[in-house]
Structure formats: C-alpha cells, structure tokens
C-alpha cells in the first residue's frame, strides 16, 4: 500500500520595496534567511506589479521612494483590493507624515517599524508574522531625545530636508515670507535648536529629520 504523500509546504511569500538597493537587499537577504521568499522593488509602482500577479501574504514597503508614487498610497491600493495581505511599514521616520505628504492616510493595520529601532532580523520576521496574522505591533515610542512637533511642523520640516527654499514654503503655504520665518523659528524651538551665528538651525533640522529623531504629536495628545 502507498504512503500518503506529505502536502508541500510553500514558503511565505513578501515582498520588499525600497528604492534604496542596500537596504531591500539587506532585508530581503533577512527575511530569506528565516525561510521566506521574497521579491524586491525599487519604486512603489513595481511593487504594486509584483503585488497584483504574485499573490504575497506580505508587503514590507519604506514610504518615501524617489518616484512620484508614495508608499502611503501603495499600501492604501494594496490594502483596498488584497485585504488580506499583510502591510509592514519600514522607515526611518518615528511618524509617517514626517516620510511623505500623505502618510497620515497609511491603513491603521499596517504593522509600523522603524529602522533605528530594529534590533535584528527577528524583529522583521516577527513583524512580517503579526501583520500576516493581523496583529498590528504596538506602535513605535519615542525616546527621551526624541522631538516632538506638530503635523504642520512636519510639513515644514520634510519640505526642508527635500531643500525648499524659506521662499518656496512661503508659496507653498499661500502666506508671506516673514510668516514662514517666524514657522521656522518655532520649529526649531521645538527641536530645540539654537540659531545663532555659530549654529546653522536649517542644517540641523534636516540632520535630526534624517536620523529619525522627531515624531509628530498626535490627535490624541
């Protein structure tokens, strides 16, 4: 009499979007190792492909890519037509409207993770499992040097770090020249930052913005 045949087991599927190609292979090479398979994108309409013909259980997606189209708005696609996908978040930013301009609207399952606070492959696994299982992670808390600023704040500050003039953000936000700087004056307040002649507050700013050390206050707050 035949044995049954075992059913065949098939790896998880993710996949990893990033356009920075040090960091998608880093993490693809991760997660592989923990026995997943994965497929990297570099933009997020590449993602969105690879997505929509190969069926994942897990997207892990940074938010801020080269391109036009967001990671904000690739989760939100993906989170409308494959429900049942999971959504894994992978940043630098504390807060996501401090990554991209619609990142306010990322869907509230997405399982948030910051890159300076991963302490090891393990913890990506574990977030790839609990938004798979829909179990969102507790989300990120900002540490005693973290800065904490308003939403508009953040607005400011992501058009600094992408090198907006004072004058541009005046045109931006349909007020004056003098009301920017006087934004920007409170802004760099709260970063706690000086502005005198041996300090450049502008530069200091976009610093603190790239390593992660400003979050946004919430509503709830």
Partial sequence: MTEPTAPEHRARRVVVADDDAFTASLVADGLRSASFEVRVASTALEAWAIVSSWDPHAL??????????????LLRRVEQKFPWIGLVVLTSHMSPELAVEDGGGI?????YLVKSHLRGIEMLEVAVERSIAGLPAPPAVPDSETRIITSAQAEVLRMLASGASTKALAEHRGTTVRAVETMLARLYGALGLGDDEKSNPRIAAVKMWERGQVSVRSNTD
């Fill in 107 to 111: 869907p509230t399952g997405a399982v």
């Fill in 60 to 73: 892990v997606t940074d938010l801020n890519f080269e391109a036009k189209a967001s990671g904000a708005e």
